[in-house]
């Protein structure tokens, strides 16, 4: 997992430099075309700004490795998502499920580890509903609904919550629910990754 995140990490880094680097070739070979046909000016300025690029991309790449922002999310990626959880009703069986999901598989973790606002479960048979509260590498679960504020929402009977949950629903049959309004989703990327944490 730690070597994932900061091989993850630093490719990302690499490709950031090595985007500049092809703006700055095409601009070298565009000023070398420009000088065999005569276009000396153009060709020579071309050419500066092709290699000045060129070298602002390696050293920003090295630059963004060898960052603060860069160590401290590479830290925080080889940090265990905590979760909290109300020892009681539907909070507790949805806590249980997310701990138990996370300590199987730790790099799910970095699904929602960035991931900050409140997702509300509902179980319509079951006349029970559940907060999951995500807060940047916290997911703290609580019955009810939030008091105040925006949150999205997954509501549906509790055959049709436990699909959902262990993967069992595919995009297709996920599609046929919410067109027959038997699951109601309320923020959809919330909803996605919050399936993906848990299957």
Same mark, same amino acid.
């Given at each position: 997992?730690?070597?994932?995140?900061?091989?993850?990490?630093?490719?990302?880094?690499?490709?950031?430099?090595?985007?500049?680097?092809?703006?700055?070739?095409?601009?070298?070979?565009?000023?070398?075309?420009?000088?065999?046909?005569?276009? %000396?000016?153009?060709?020579?300025?071309?050419?500066?700004?092709?290699?000045?690029?060129?070298?602002?991309?390696?050293?920003?790449?090295?630059?963004?490795?060898?960052?603060?922002?860069?160590?401290?999310?590479?830290?925080?990626?080889?940090?265990?998502?905590?979760?909290?959880?109300?020892?009681?009703?539907?909070?507790?069986?949805?806590?249980?499920?997310?701990?138990?999901?996370?300590?199987?598989?730790?790099?799910?973790?970095?699904?929602? %580890?960035?991931?900050?606002?409140?997702?509300?479960?509902?179980?319509?048979?079951?006349?029970?509903?559940?907060?999951?509260?995500?807060?940047?590498?916290?997911?703290?679960?609580?019955?009810?609904?939030?008091?105040?504020?925006?949150?999205?929402?997954?509501?549906?009977?509790?055959?049709?919550?436990?699909?959902?949950?262990?993967?069992?629903?595919?995009?297709?049959?996920?599609?046929?629910?919410?067109?027959?309004?038997?699951?109601?989703?309320?923020?959809? %990327?919330?909803? %996605?990754?919050?399936?993906?944490?848990?299957?």
């Amino acid at each position: 997992m730690k070597w994932g995140s900061a091989f993850r990490l630093a490719v990302k880094a690499f490709l950031f430099g090595l985007l500049w680097v092809v703006i700055g070739a095409l601009l070298v070979t565009g000023g070398v075309f420009m000088f065999l046909t005569g276009f %000396r000016i153009l060709a020579f300025l071309a050419g500066f700004a092709g290699l000045f690029i060129m070298f602002f991309g390696f050293f920003a790449a090295v630059f963004k490795v060898g960052s603060d922002a860069f160590l401290e999310k590479y830290e925080a990626s080889l940090q265990p998502v905590e979760v909290t959880y109300e020892n009681q009703g539907f909070a507790m069986i949805l806590g249980q499920l997310i701990d138990q999901a996370l300590t199987k598989n730790p790099s799910k973790g970095n699904l929602v %580890r960035d991931l900050e606002g409140n997702l509300v479960v509902e179980v319509t048979d079951m006349n029970a509903a559940a907060t999951v509260e995500f807060n940047k590498g916290r997911i703290t679960v609580y019955n009810g609904m939030p008091a105040k504020g925006k949150f999205s929402i997954i509501s549906s009977d509790f055959e049709t919550i436990n699909s959902l949950a262990t993967g069992k629903a595919g995009m297709l049959k996920t599609l046929k629910l919410l067109a027959t309004g038997k699951l109601k989703i309320k923020g959809l %990327r919330m909803a %996605r990754k919050f399936q993906s944490l848990l299957a």
